[in-house]
């Protein structure tokens, strides 16, 4: 699967942060070149204290993200210069301080906010990655009644940064548990929870003024932010298809629904093989209808009143008259508090 995602450097836009050791900092971000919504942080003169989980071939670090975004689990990349790879890495511990550093790569998640714990930028951005999947416990923790545990050497304990509160017991590193509420931002957007976590979700009808036949993958996509602040929808398993389906307004019998998926090719006889989310997520889940020979493919994937995904029409803009509502989502917003 190839993810189509093209990382483009935006303009060295910076942003200087004052860290603990008094030097100015430059951060350097890449943004995605069509959607906003996933991105990684290059960290200029700072290392990570991580877990490899596996290296990848490339000399680029537009690749090796791309290969991160599309890897389940992955945080941060190092880039491992002149020897042709890098290391795709989980289990982030710390920053470090390292002069010459400039091989890292940390994922950009959404803000986690722990009540009575202030951080600074930087600190906030690991905090982010710690809880990726904004549970109780850390990613790759284990949940017990008071507390997180981590069977690791104390050594690997004691590089947690201090904020984090680990402390090691003696045969484990343990971590507060944290009690999290999750909520949308706004009542247009649903509360729901499946595989990956907790999600907002709408299904929102097309306005044809706006979205024509003509419309892009990209206009769809601004549509669905305009109106509800997420972005065309992934799915990644059947009971995430099944609740997107659930969402259809019924009051047209045929009413297709466009998803965030997208082929690496389109128009009539296209030899499309892959499709890619426009999120950067993974192409872990599949419900394809059967594709027929001769047929136009369109430019982005519909959901069918059987929760089928419709890849192809039987003539250019045929799609476009059932084609109804859009499906929506973002990251749901978490609170945590630490249980005492
Ligand atoms: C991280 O993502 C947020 C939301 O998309 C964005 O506002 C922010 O500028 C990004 N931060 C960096 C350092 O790239
Ligand atoms: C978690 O927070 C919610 C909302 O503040 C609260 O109602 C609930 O009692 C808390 N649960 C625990 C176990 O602290
Ligand atoms: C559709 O969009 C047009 C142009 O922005 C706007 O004037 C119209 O009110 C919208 N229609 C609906 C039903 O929202
Ligand atoms: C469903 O679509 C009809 C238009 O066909 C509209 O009047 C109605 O408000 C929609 N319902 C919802 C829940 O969006
Ligand atoms: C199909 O229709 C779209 C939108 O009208 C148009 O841009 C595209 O060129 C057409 N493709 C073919 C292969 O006719
Ligand atoms: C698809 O591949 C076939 C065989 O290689 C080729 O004849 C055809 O032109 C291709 N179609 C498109 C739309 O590229
Ligand atoms: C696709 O075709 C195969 C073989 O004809 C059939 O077994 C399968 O049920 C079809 N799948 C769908 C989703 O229609």
């Not at 009575?116 to 904004?134: I, T």
């Not at 602040?229 to 995430?240: N, W």
Request: charged letters at 15%; one cysteine or more; aromatic letters at 12%.
């Amino acid at each position: 699967m190839k993810i189509r995602l093209e990382i483009v450097e935006s303009g060295y836009e910076a942003i200087e942060l004052m860290f603990a050791m008094k030097k100015l900092i430059w951060i350097f971000w890449f943004s995605t070149l069509c959607y906003a919504n996933t991105g990684f942080i290059q960290l200029l003169g700072y290392g990570l204290l991580a877990d490899t989980t596996s290296t990848y071939s490339t000399s680029d670090p537009t690749d090796c993200v791309n290969e991160c975004a599309a890897t389940d689990g992955c945080l941060a990349i190092q880039m491992v210069w002149g020897s042709g790879t890098c290391k795709l890495m989980n289990m982030i511990r710390a920053y470090t301080w390292e002069a010459e550093q400039c091989g890292f790569y940390i994922k950009n998640e959404t803000d986690v906010t722990i009540t009575g714990r202030s951080l600074g930028a930087m600190d906030q951005v690991l905090q982010n990655v710690v809880y990726a999947s904004k549970e109780e416990c850390p990613d790759g923790w284990t949940v017990g009644s008071t507390t997180c545990t981590l069977s690791v050497i104390q050594s690997t304990c004691n590089e947690y940064a201090s904020f984090l509160e680990a402390t090691y017991d003696g045969t484990d590193c343990v971590i507060p548990l944290m009690n999290v509420t999750y909520s949308c931002p706004n009542s247009v957007l649903l509360l729901n929870n499946f595989v990956n976590g907790y999600f907002c979700y709408a299904v929102i009808w097309r306005n044809t003024t706006v979205i024509t036949s003509a419309a892009t993958v990209d206009d769809m996509n601004n549509f669905c932010y305009q109106q509800t602040g997420a972005y065309l929808a992934s799915i990644h398993s059947d009971e995430e298809n099944s609740y997107i389906s659930s969402l259809r307004n019924t009051s047209k019998s045929n009413n297709a629904i466009a998803i965030g998926l997208i082929p690496d090719e389109y128009g009539y006889n296209a030899n499309t093989s892959e499709y890619s989310w426009i999120d950067g997520t993974p192409l872990d889940y599949e419900n394809f209808a059967n594709i027929t020979t001769n047929k136009y493919i369109l430019p982005i994937v519909m959901l069918n009143r059987n929760e089928l995904w419709l890849t192809n029409a039987v003539a250019n803009n045929t799609m476009w008259i059932v084609f109804h509502s859009l499906a929506c989502k973002r990251g749901a917003d978490a609170t945590f508090t630490k249980i005492t």
